[in-house]
C-alpha cells in the first residue's frame, strides 16, 4: 500500500504546550497506530492481533499511550480532529478490554472494600529494604535519580491532569473536596507553582531535557501502564469510582515517598529546583491525603455506596503497577544496566 506523504509541522520554535514528536512502533498494533496517525487513514492490524498481544507489554501499552495523547497535547504534525477518529476510538477500546480484564483477573482475590485496601498503604513498612524510593534515597546514585526523573516524566510533566477528568462526575464533598487538591496541584493560581513546571526545573536540575513527551521513546512498559491506567480511568464515566481509588492511592503514598527522593535528591547534590519539587509534596500531601480519605472518597460513597469495590479496584491496580514498575527498575540496576530502553548521555 502506498502512503501519502505526512504532514510536515511549520519550522517555527516549540511552543511549551507543543505536542511531542511521534516514535516508532514497538509491533503491530503500535505500528499500525504511529502509521496512522502520521500518514491519516485507519489503523492497519490483524484481526487477532489484539487477542495476541501481551496486555502489559510493549507493543500494547505503546499503542494505548499514543492514542491517550490524543486526549492530552496530541502530536506534532497530527490533526486534533484524530481525538475522536472512530477507527482509533475503536482500537482502542479493545485494548482497554484486554487490559481491563488482565488487570481484573490478577486481582481477582484483592479487597473489595475501601478499609482493607487501603489499610496496608496508611502505615510505614518496618523493613524498606524493597522499596525504589528507600534505596534511591540511601543508595541510589546521580545517574539512577536521572533515570528514575526521564521515566516519571511522562506523567510529571502532565502532573493532575488525568484526575481532572473526574471532577465534572463527582458531585457535593467529593468534587469540592478533589477540585481543591486540584487546585493545589496547578499552583493555586500560580503558574510559577504549577507542579508539572516544578518538575520541569527538576529535570533542568538534572541535565534532562524538560520538553513534554520527550523521552516517551525510552519509556518500558511498565513505565506506560502506570500512567495509560490513569487514562483508562479518567477517561470513562463508569471507572469514576476507579480513578477516585487511584488518586486516593497516590496521595497516601506521595508524602513518605517525597520525603526520601527529596533527601536522595540533596545526598547527590541534585540542586536545590530537584529537591524542591519532592519538599513541596511532604507537606502539600500528607494535608492532601486527609481531604481525599475524608472528603474525596467518604462523599463519593456517602453519594453512591455502589461504587466502593471500584475505589478498592482503584488502588489495588496503583498498587499491583507501581510495584511492577519498581521491580522492573531495581532488576535492571542490580544488573548494572539502564532501566530505560535507551541510557541516558552522560551529564
Known amino acids: 500500500m502506498t502512503l501519502p506523504s ?34 491519516g487513514g485507519p489503523p492497519v492490524y490483524a484481526p487477532k492481533a489484539i487477542l495476541k498481544a501481551d496486555p502489559a507489554g510493549e507493543d500494547l501499552q505503546l499503542a494505548l499511550y499514543l492514542l491517550y495523547e490524543l486526549h492530552y497535547r496530541g502530536f506534532e504534525g497530527v490533526d486534533d480532529e484524530r ?68 521515566l516519571r516524566s511522562l506523567y510529571h ?9 473526574a471532577i465534572p462526575r463527582l458531585t457535593g464533598r467529593a468534587k469540592a473536596g478533589l477540585a481543591a487538591i486540584e487546585y493545589d496541584e496547578f499552583g493555586a493560581g500560580r503558574a510559577d507553582r504549577v507542579h508539572a513546571r516544578l518538575f520541569a526545573d527538576l529535570m533542568s536540575d538534572l541535565h534532562l531535557d524538560p520538553r513534554y513527551g520527550l523521552y516517551l521513546d ?45 533527601k536522595a535528591m540533596r545526598r547527590c547534590g541534585a540542586g536545590p529546583a530537584a529537591e524542591h519539587f519532592y519538599a513541596e509534596h511532604v507537606e502539600a500531601d500528607a494535608v492532601h491525603e486527609q481531604v481525599v480519605r475524608r472528603e474525596v472518597i467518604g462523599g463519593l460513597l456517602a453519594d453512591e455506596p455502589e461504587l466502593e469495590a471500584d475505589v478498592a479496584f482503584g488502588c489495588a491496580a496503583t498498587v499491583l503497577l507501581e510495584d511492577r514498575l519498581a521491580h522492573h527498575i531495581r532488576e535492571a540496576w542490580d544488573q548494572g544496566r539502564s532501566a530505560l530502553r535507551s541510557p541516558l548521555l552522560g551529564v
Not at 21 to 39: C, F, H, I
Not at 110 to 129: T, Y
Not at 157 to 165: C, F, I, R, T
Not at 218 to 238: D, E, I, Q, Y
Open 6 to 39: 505526512p504532514t510536515t509541522p511549520s519550522p517555527t520554535t516549540t511552543s511549551a504546550t507543543a505536542g511531542p514528536r511521534l516514535v516508532a512502533g514497538r509491533g503491530e498494533l503500535s505500528r499500525a497506530v504511529t502509521q496512522a496517525l502520521r500518514y
Open 157 to 165: 510533566l502532565k502532573e493532575a491532569d488525568p484526575h481532572a477528568w
Open 218 to 262: 525510552r519509556a518500558p512498559a511498565p513505565l506506560l501502564a502506570t500512567v495509560n491506567l490513569m487514562s483508562l480511568f479518567g477517561l470513562h464515566r463508569a471507572l469514576r469510582g476507579a480513578l477516585v481509588g487511584h488518586f486516593a492511592c497516590v496521595e497516601v503514598t506521595s508524602s513518605p515517598g517525597s520525603r526520601r527522593l527529596a
Open 83 to 150: 481525538e475522536w477518529d472512530p477507527d482509533l476510538l475503536r482500537l482502542r477500546q479493545a485494548m482497554e478490554t484486554r487490559f481491563l480484564h488482565a488487570l481484573r483477573t490478577e486481582l481477582s482475590d484483592a479487597p473489595r472494600s475501601v478499609g482493607e485496601a487501603f489499610a496496608p498503604l496508611l502505615v510505614e513498612p518496618i523493613a524498606l529494604s524493597g522499596s525504589l524510593t528507600h534505596y534511591l534515597e540511601t543508595e541510589g546514585e546521580l545517574w539512577q535519580l536521572r533515570e528514575y526523573a526521564a
